[in-house]
């Protein structure tokens, strides 16, 4: 493990966690990358009056924001709630989305600073929010895009409410503007009450590598928002990569980030030279997080090794300027006719893989249910069921148990019920990607 980060600057490190060992013929070698951030409170204070940070909040105010009432009520409250805690300097703005975006505060296509005095007039602002239109959530994203591309600030962030689905956009017209948005900021997304698709609100959130979850009842969103704001304040270091060296023969099979939660980070990689490439991880404060890393490598005999990928976090530097590397760590293979040492599954590797399957199952067994395949739907959340209880996963087991009825959590023996609340089924299927760290022993 190295660490290259300058004494002011948030720490970064990296743990690799590993079975080394490939048996003769072994090909597949499996890692899980630990990356801390740490330290980053000093560098919070360093950067806070230079703006490190800009911020756009985009409210769905379509009609069926109004029904109930308590909807609109709460998003207004919501935002003022975040508008509350932006630390003092930070830019920002805030949206109202129908099948148009417009800006509520400040207006003229421009950002705020925030200060006690536009945030007294933000709130203000916001007392004039109503519901009325449609939904075209790619209008909201595009004109953040705009306001967010005229800051110099390194932490850009999105905020996104909405009660409904996408239905006044073609689809194609969000995935386009998503895959502009990618890399340019990160936006947290919250589906609130039960009548928005859910995989359009964790697909945004996916794409720009941000949160995403569910607020049944509109009376928790200023808890919700603020705690999201709170969370946008702690990022003191933007766009960082990890970037995967291979040597020649060595191919990448997967890069995923398997904690906090799930997301398949393979086919957004950047090439960034020989044998290189980058994959995004967003914005950091003090934080962990954890990557399953899977190559393949080139047959070899018994009692030879090689480094089998280095697996780097870099800081993409100044215009013309080579990136700043932050941390290290090293994957490694040796080939053994030691049957113990290469059979031997790394704890690390069996947790996520196993965290992973969880939040498949989850999906694939939500799918199998909405379409009356009682039997594959059984299959598939009992063998969730099980997963979750042997991980320790006890809040996705609190959820499948609202789903289905368990009767034997260790072998994965359950029954659906008859009737699922439309939250509680939601819900579990918005949270099915957020994993449990390794059991410390």
Known sequence: MANFAKPSAPRFSVEVYQNEFLPEGGRDVHAIVTVTSTGGATATRAVAAQGPAAVVIMVDCSGSMEYPPDKMRGAREATAAAVDTLRDGTSFAVIAGTHVAKEVYPGQGRLAVADPVTRAQAKEALRGLSSGGGTAIGTWLRLTDGLLRQSPAAIRHGILLTDGRNEHEDPAVLRATLDACAGRFTCDARGVGTDWEVKEVTGIADALLGSANIVADPAHLAEDFTR?????????????????????????????????????????????????????????????????????????????????????????????????????????????????????????????????ELAQAIQQGLEARKLGDVDGATAKLGRAVQLASASGNSDTAKLLAKVVDVVDAVNGTVRLKAKVADADEMTLETRSTQTVRVKKT
């Open 228 to 356: 999201m704001m709170e969370n946008v304040m702690g990022k003191e270091v933007a766009d960082v990569a990890l970037r995967l060296w291979t040597p020649v023969g060595v191919e990448i099979q997967y890069v995923k980030q398997v904690a906090p939660t799930v997301q398949d980070l393979t086919a957004r990689r950047v090439e960034a030279g020989p044998r290189a490439g980058d994959y995004p991880t967003g914005s950091w404060g003090d934080e962990s997080r954890e990557y399953h890393v899977c190559v393949r490598v080139p047959n070899a005999a018994v009692g030879q090794e090689m480094l089998a990928a280095r697996a780097t976090l870099v800081l993409p530097g100044p215009a013309g300027e080579p990136p700043t590397p932050l941390a290290q760590g090293l994957v490694r293979a040796v080939w053994t006719n030691d049957l113990a040492a290469s059979t031997a599954i790394n704890p690390h590797v069996a947790h996520y893989t196993g965290q992973a």
